[in-house]
Every structure is written in C-alpha cells, then in structure tokens.
C-alpha cells in the first residue's frame, strides 16, 4: 500500500536490494525510512527466509521480516535466469545503490560482481554485506549472528561476568549492529559520490565490524603495550552490574558524579561509604567496582521503585524504572512520543509499528509502504522498466 511521498533526506535515491534476513534488511529498512526507493529482490520460491519466522496472518509476512521490511518494494526475479538477468540488468541501470550479502562468488557466476555492475552504472555504489573479510583465511565461510558473537570474544564476555559457560546475548545483536555500520557505510559512500561523481564497492564484513563494536571498551588493559592481560571493561563484565532489587521490583541507576555518589549513598543512610577511600573517587570505584555494585544492591531493596524514582529525579541522579518485555509496550515516554502505533495492512490487517526514531527538523522520515508480500510488486516494477 503505497503512502506519501518520500519526504526524507534519501528521497530520489533508488536501492537494489538483494539482502536477506537481518543484517541486511535492517540496513535497509533505516535507508527506506529515510526516503530511499528500496527494491527487494527475492528469488520465486519462497523468498527471504525471515518471512516464515514466526507466524502471521498472510503466511509470508513473519513478524520479524514485517517489523524490517516496510517503506520496500518486493520482486521476484531469478537471477540465474536469462530473463531474471535481463530484468536485474534494467533496474540496476537506474539504480544508485547495489546492496546484498550474497557471497561474492555465486555473484561472480550470476554475472553481477563489481565490475559487472560498474560496466551497466558506472556511478553505483555497490554495498557488499560479507561474512568475513577478503584476504583473511575466513573470506569464503558462511556468517551468522550466533558465530560472529562466538568468534568476536562477545560470547565469552558472559563466561567472564558469571565464571560459567559462555553465552550468546539473547538478541540478534551481531546482526543489527553490523546492520548499523552497513547503514553508514551506504552514506558515506553516496556523500562520496555526491562530491565527486564517483561510486566504488563497499564491503561491510561482519567479524571485523563486530569485533571493533565489542573492542571499544573491552580491548581495556591490552591498549597500551606491553599488555596487562586485563581484557574487558571492569564494570561491562561484573556480575553485579544489573538491575537492583527495590522493595517491590527493579530499579536502574547509574550515579556518575562524585557528588552524585554522595547524594545516593546519603538517601540510603550509608554516608560512611562515600567516605571510604575505595569509593570516594572515579579512579578508586572502577578498581572496586564488585564490592562498590554490592552496596548499591543492599541500599537500594530499602525502598520502593517510585520512592526511588522520586528521590532520585529530584537530585538530578540518573534512574529508571526496569520494565518487563510487556511494560515496554505501555511505557509512558514511548506511549507520549508515538513510539508505537496501530497501521492497518491491506493483506494482514492490523499490525504494531515502530515510529522511525530519529527526528530531522527538514527531511523527517516517513512510513509510506507496509510490508510487501512475496512479490507483491513484480509485476508494477517490471512495467515500468518495459519488461513483461
């Protein structure tokens, strides 16, 4: 179902999409809402495997690939084909983005590598989504999220906050993030273009754009040469660091400030702990961080949530509430803002949304197309390029 007209920062540009599952998606559902024409190409079958994720109304319409897919145009096209060939060909010459994750190889076969591409649009920016990157010895494997975070050290963060197994985060969060660099890698390269005319091949590779998410703050005491052994921020990996138990639930809290501690452990009728030469500045509470969270948790079960809340909002300390899964669909600020909201799908009928986070004054991003079914555009995409 088609909407307004594409009011975003993106709008006039066009994408070839040819991604799947998540990474890829999620990168271009955020193009999409910014107002790019995204064109999902999907082979005939059964399409992008994420349709069947879960049930829905129509069959082919899962919720996670509903929740990533709006704002898309959905084609079948066989690649492989002499025809599906022909029609690629068509769109990519009107295309300004060639985006997939398929893997450079069985791109070479079907014809649309780089250079292939580069010779139909000499102006495309042809975005690949790999697992790994060229010339290392995992260049040809497969990736998914649950290897990337096993293989990135992500995993094992969980082994050394709990002294037990190692663990994946229960959230495709490899996916995602890299789905994020894959967002402004496409940016970057389009700025690029802008300036100078110029498209190029951009490749997003999920090990190492993951592995540099997680290194941020956990290359820690190996920064600096020689190395201490001390990997992992102290305060990322402590088993204490969670949401404390009020008197009747959860509470976040996070006091930063000298000033701030002080006020907290007052509240809490522990003033001696401020005073305590291991907690009394920054420095000295990162070294102590276990013992520090400890006494946070025994302070904070004294009182309520909302007295928490209270207390807290009016020292300017930072908190919040812990919400369930549930409660987050009814919390206050996102119920203000609009976060969520009731659209109606001409094929699946009423389904959740998300409103589009991030707001720009001039180009604001916009919901114009609901989820397409498999193919529900072949044949209207394909007319406007001539083809049957």
Same mark, same amino acid.
């Given at each position: 179902?088609?909407?307004?007209?594409? $009011?975003?920062?993106?709008?006039?540009?066009?994408?070839?999409? =040819? +991604?799947?599952?998540?990474?890829?998606?999620?990168?271009?559902?955020?193009? #999409?809402?910014?107002?790019?024409?995204?064109?999902?190409? *999907?082979?005939? %079958?059964?399409?992008?495997? =994420?349709?069947?994720?879960?049930? +829905?109304?129509?069959?082919?319409?899962?919720?996670?690939?509903?929740?990533?897919?709006?704002?898309?145009?959905?084609?079948?096209?066989?690649?492989?084909?002499? /025809?599906?060939?022909?029609?690629?060909?068509?769109?990519?010459?009107?295309?300004?983005?060639?985006?997939?994750?398929?893997?450079?190889?069985?791109?070479?076969?079907?014809?649309?590598?780089? /250079?292939?591409?580069?010779?139909?649009?000499?102006?495309?920016?042809?975005?690949?989504?790999?697992?790994?990157?060229?010339?290392?010895?995992?260049?040809?494997?497969?990736?998914?999220?649950?290897?990337?975070?096993?293989?990135?050290?992500?995993?094992?963060?969980?082994?050394?906050?709990?002294?037990?197994?190692?663990?994946?985060?229960? $959230?495709?969060?490899?996916?995602?993030?890299?789905?994020?660099?894959?967002?402004?890698? !496409?940016?970057? #390269?389009?700025?690029?273009?802008?300036? !100078?005319? %110029?498209?190029?091949?951009?490749?997003?590779?999920?090990?190492?754009?993951?592995?540099?998410?997680? =290194?941020?703050?956990?290359?820690?005491?190996?920064?600096?040469?020689?190395?201490?052994?001390?990997?992992?921020?102290?305060?990322?990996?402590?088993?204490?660091?969670?949401?404390?138990?009020?008197?009747?639930?959860?509470?976040?809290?996070?006091?930063?400030?000298? =000033?701030?501690?002080?006020?907290?452990? /007052?509240?809490?009728?522990?003033?001696?702990?401020? *005073?305590?030469?291991?907690?009394?500045?920054?420095?000295?509470?990162?070294?102590?961080?276990?013992?520090?969270?400890?006494?946070?948790?025994?302070?904070?079960?004294?009182?309520?949530?909302? %007295?928490?809340?209270?207390?807290?909002?009016?020292?300017?300390?930072?908190?919040? &509430?812990?919400?369930?899964?549930?409660?987050?669909?009814?919390?206050?600020?996102?119920?203000?803002?609009?976060?969520?909201? %009731?659209?109606?799908?001409?094929?699946?009928?009423?389904?959740?949304?998300? &409103?589009?986070?991030?707001?720009?004054?001039?180009?604001? #991003?916009?919901?114009?197309?609901?989820?397409?079914?498999?193919?529900?555009?072949?044949?209207?995409?394909?007319? $406007?390029?001539?083809?049957?």
């Amino acid at each position: 179902m088609m909407g307004q007209t594409p $009011s975003g920062p993106l709008a006039g540009i066009r994408i070839v999409d =040819m +991604s799947s599952v998540v990474l890829g998606p999620f990168a271009t559902l955020i193009l #999409a809402d910014l107002g790019a024409d995204v064109i999902k190409v *999907e082979p005939p %079958e059964r399409g992008d495997t =994420m349709r069947y994720a879960g049930a +829905s109304p129509t069959g082919d319409l899962g919720p996670i690939y509903t929740a990533l897919n709006r704002n898309k145009r959905a084609i079948k096209l066989d690649g492989k084909t002499p /025809e599906g060939k022909a029609a690629l060909t068509a769109l990519l010459k009107d295309a300004d983005v060639f985006f997939h994750n398929v893997r450079l190889a069985g791109m070479s076969r079907m014809g649309f590598d780089y /250079e292939a591409v580069r010779a139909i649009r000499p102006d495309i920016v042809y975005v690949h989504c790999a697992g790994f990157g060229a010339g290392g010895p995992y260049a040809d494997r497969q990736a998914y999220d649950d290897l990337i975070q096993g293989a990135s050290g992500f995993a094992a963060l969980n082994a050394m906050r709990s002294g037990g197994d190692p663990e994946y985060a229960p $959230s495709l969060v490899a996916d995602k993030t890299v789905g994020l660099f894959a967002t402004y890698a !496409t940016l970057a #390269a389009l700025f690029h273009r802008e300036r !100078t005319g %110029e498209g190029q091949f951009v490749q997003v590779p999920m090990f190492e754009a993951f592995t540099f998410f997680n =290194m941020v703050e956990n290359l820690y005491g190996e920064t600096f040469l020689p190395g201490n052994g001390r990997l992992a921020y102290t305060r990322s990996i402590n088993a204490n660091r969670k949401p404390y138990k009020t008197k009747d639930g959860y509470i976040g809290l996070v006091p930063y400030s000298d =000033m701030q501690w002080a006020q907290f452990f /007052e509240m809490g009728g522990r003033r001696d702990v401020f *005073e305590d030469p291991r907690f009394s500045s920054y420095e000295a509470r990162t070294e102590h961080i276990t013992e520090l969270y400890a006494i946070i948790g025994e302070v904070a079960c004294q009182k309520t949530t909302d %007295e928490w809340l209270d207390l807290l909002g009016r020292a300017n300390i930072p908190a919040m &509430k812990y919400n369930t899964m549930e409660e987050v669909l009814e919390d206050p600020h996102l119920s203000e803002v609009g976060f969520f909201s %009731e659209r109606t799908h001409p094929q699946a009928g009423p389904y959740r949304r998300m &409103k589009h986070p991030v707001e720009f004054s001039k180009t604001p #991003a916009s919901i114009r197309i609901d989820p397409p079914c498999h193919g529900a555009d072949t044949e209207s995409v394909l007319a $406007s390029l001539g083809l049957d």
